[in-house]
């Protein structure tokens, strides 16, 4: 009789511990395992806007551990013409870059239309792509008399 009771609470602890040792452990990948791809967006300029001077664009960039750069090209004919790193608000998911597409009376930016191209990386290298046509036209019209 002892060596069944004995078996029993032996089973009970070794169950007891078992669950408890299982229901301790996070199951998964865990919290700091990156899987997905960073979301990225461009807020201003809006599609198509004709823009002279400096060029301002904005956007949101989030990830689910950390976005670790944000990057914007201007992109002619489908080829990377400028690459500028844009600032980025890790609390709040904000980006900025600010171009400058003319200094001091020199054409910095062609006049061109162009497509933004905003790129967000994370911490694991996973990036995501936004996309957003502009003009820059800084040159004034000609009147001929």
Known sequence: MN?????????????????????SCEVGLGAS?????????????????VQ???????????DEIEVRSVVVNLLENGISKYTYPA????????WKV????????FTVVADAKYEIQAIATDTDGKTSVATRSVQIDNTAPTVLV
Not at 98 to 104: G, W
Request: glycine content about 10%.
């Open 3 to 23: 060596g069944k009771k004995l078996l029993s609470k032996a089973i009970i602890l070794i169950t007891l511990v078992t669950l408890g040792f299982f229901t």
């Open 33 to 49: 395992i990156d899987t997905a791809v960073p979301k990225i967006s461009i807020s201003t300029p809006v599609t198509n806007a």
């Open 52 to 62: 002279k001077g400096d060029l301002t664009i904005t956007g949101t960039a989030t």
């Open 87 to 94: 600032t980025h608000d890790k609390a709040s998911g904000l």
């Open 98 to 105: 600010i171009i400058p597409t003319v200094s001091e009376g």
